[in-house]
């Protein structure tokens, strides 16, 4: 994997999600029955996407009692062109934590120790509505007691705008609320053709 910001800034990743940032981290996730690896825009197929990935995190920047909130989004949803139901909440797993002590090599983010508030949800792009983009972003907490919120439900229709009822609502948004500050970037584009 080449760790580069090329990708997210042509394929508009920045600023159609979350304006640029420096990282402190890396990210890698893996859909292991296939062994898919999400890679700064690489193609992966539909049913290839389904099952929850393995989350992998590589700090720059050590940092003793940090946790951590992983999100995933589409802002494509149903297209690039209509936002009806972007972004689309795929992810929102908070209270994640990793060795205090470890800077560099790939560490294991486990999701079942953190509070999954929306389940990782499989993409499900319409038939013929071109490449979505399905954006993985790694927050750190900047206050140790912060309770990190999400979409009021863990349905369809609770997932779309995240929540908030307006196309095109999405993570920028729900950052207004928290308090978090992105660490790490990753994305993967998948499609459904006829």
Not at 31 to 38: G, I, K, N, S, Y
Not at 88 to 106: E, M, P, R
Request: glycine content about 6%; charged content about 25%; overall charge negative.
């Amino acid at each position: 994997m080449s760790y580069t910001f090329a990708n997210v800034t042509k394929d508009e990743v920045f600023p159609d999600v979350i304006d640029a940032f420096d990282p402190t981290a890396r990210l890698r996730a893996v859909f292991p029955t296939h062994q898919q690896e999400v890679d700064f825009g690489d193609e992966i197929p539909v049913p290839y996407a389904q099952e929850e990935p393995e989350v992998f995190v590589n700090l720059l920047v050590a940092d003793p009692s940090a946790e951590y909130t992983l999100v995933v989004t589409d802002p494509d949803a149903p297209s690039r062109t209509d936002k009806t139901y972007s972004e689309f909440a795929h992810c929102l797993i908070t209270d994640l934590k990793l060795d205090a002590n470890k800077v560099g090599d790939w560490q294991k983010l486990d999701l079942s120790k953190g509070r999954a508030i929306l389940p990782y949800f499989g993409p499900a792009p319409p038939a013929n509505t071109g490449l979505h983009r399905y954006v993985f972003l790694l927050f750190k907490k900047t206050e140790p007691e912060l309770v990190v919120n999400g979409p009021a439900n863990d349905t369809v229709e609770g997932r779309c705008n995240w929540g908030y009822g307006r196309p095109g609502a999405g993570v920028r948004d729900w950052l207004k609320d928290t308090l978090l500050e992105p660490v790490a970037i990753n994305f993967f584009n998948a499609q459904v053709k006829n």
